[in-house]
């Protein structure tokens, strides 16, 4: 598998339906091997995006280039990528069996070969028992996984999967997006996903391509993305965000509510005032009750969500809305924290972004 070699690249895609913009000037590369998804809310265009790579839509003007093939204009047929969609799209009236074959007999291989193809599959995605089974005695899972067995029949060098385990349940979804990634390592096989879910993209893909209304925001791997986004939009949509106001004091020191924190403000101007992003899991409480030592609040709601508590706050840090404190269920404190409880905040540098005020 050769990461270094641009496999894809997509060149100022533009994409319209009558006044409505879909795709605006899109540019991306994805490298020969790689797992990227295309996240965003509904919507931002990650589909449309998808299906003019595919070939089921095609662009209003730009190009697409496949392995330096331009397939731009190329029909479906001629184009080199197996797909799964949201809705299995299975073959009711036909067996598991024949489902995955479907796409080989169409091209003509022999019976022999059609038959060790669909064996070699239905074991890799674990199946074999169920060859002769109909979509309508299969679980969603499972019938997603044949899909998926079908999608690699012809041996694509691509494979698009357009929101392939949204209609899952929770337990189903995770235990099929691990599979998922590894599939790809054992085939490594260039993969482009598209998906609302940030977890979904953040546990399984090597680059994330953030979108919102037609464009790409920003483009990374997970940890890049959650660590360092580039504007409010990405820092808000990855993960949970607290928005906070401060003012630029100078090359390393930021001023909230009159704390000076030292952080790096280089490309600010001194007084400039500034849209403060912070991770629920980088506030943290203190013993201290001394003002100046840093910021307190009210406890207004806590929510159980299994490894760690999610902790709403009343304060002046957000007069319009409750600060959100994370906490995981192991982390020991002296105070017990509860409902009423009033509680002194400190605000670390860690996993803290600024932007420009007026974005």
Not at 17 to 37: M, P, Y
Not at 324 to 329: C, N, S
Request: proline share 4%; charged share 25%.
């Amino acid at each position: 598998m050769n990461k270094e070699a641009n496999y894809l690249k997509i060149h100022q895609l533009n994409k319209s339906f009558e006044q409505f913009t879909a795709l605006e000037d899109v540019s991306i590369n994805i490298q020969k091997g790689e797992f990227v998804c295309f996240l965003g809310p509904s919507g931002c265009g990650k589909t449309t995006l998808l299906r003019c790579i595919a070939g089921l839509e095609t662009q209003s003007s730009g190009t697409i280039l496949q392995d330096n093939r331009l397939i731009s204009r190329l029909p479906t047929s001629k184009r080199d990528f197996g797909i799964v969609f949201q809705s299995y799209a299975l073959f009711p009236n036909l067996s598991c069996f024949e489902n995955i074959a479907y796409g080989l007999k169409n091209q003509r291989w022999s019976k022999y070969a059609v038959s060790t193809r669909v064996e070699e599959l239905l074991e890799l995605i674990g199946l074999s028992s169920h060859a002769k089974k109909y979509p309508s005695q299969l679980s969603g899972g499972e019938q997603q996984r044949v899909a998926l067995a079908r999608a690699l029949a012809t041996s694509p060098s691509l494979l698009l999967l357009d929101e392939p385990l949204s209609a899952l349940d929770a337990k189903v979804r995770v235990y099929l997006r691990q599979e998922l990634k590894n599939l790809h390592r054992r085939l490594g096989l260039t993969t482009i996903m598209v998906t609302h879910d940030q977890e979904e993209a953040l546990s399984i893909a090597d680059r994330i391509f953030v979108m919102k209304d037609g464009r790409i925001m920003q483009s990374g791997s997970p940890e890049e993305i959650y660590a360092n986004p580039d504007n409010p939009f990405v820092a808000n949509f990855i993960g949970m965000t607290n928005f906070l106001e401060g003012i630029v004091k100078g090359p390393m020191q930021l001023d909230i509510m009159g704390k000076i924190i030292a952080f790096d403000c280089k490309s600010f101007h001194e007084g400039e005032k500034v849209k403060v992003a912070i991770r629920p899991e980088a506030i943290e409480f203190t013993q201290s009750s001394k003002k100046e030592d840093g910021f307190s609040g009210n406890v207004v709601e806590i929510e159980f969500l299994g490894s760690f508590r999610r902790i709403h706050i009343e304060t002046s840090l957000m007069p319009n809305e409750l600060m959100i404190v994370d906490k995981p269920i192991l982390e020991k404190s002296k105070k017990k924290i509860k409902i009423g409880s009033e509680l002194n905040i400190n605000i670390s540098s860690n996993f803290l972004n600024i932007y420009k005020k007026d974005k």
